[in-house]
């Protein structure tokens, strides 16, 4: 399953998990604004970021 990470590896910035993030194959885990400014290339393992899915609460789940 994936890591949902809650907040972005650079800024700091809470990371919901049905908010925009983006991430590399290790799930290394980076805002929009942070993954913008570092042309999309994760800082620890060189992948490439993208968009991370979201995931939203089962029916009848809090």
Known sequence: MLD???????CGK???HEDA???CS???TFCP???EAMASQCPN?????LTRPKRRA???KS
């Not at 949902?4 to 650079?10: D, F, G, I, T």
């Open 4 to 10: 949902m990470k809650p907040a972005c590896e650079k």
């Open 14 to 16: 809470a990371l919901g």
């Open 21 to 23: 993030a983006r991430i």
């Open 26 to 28: 290790y799930e290394c």
């Open 33 to 35: 604004d942070c993954a």
């Open 45 to 49: 393992c060189g992948g490439e970021l």
């Open 58 to 60: 089962r029916p009848g």
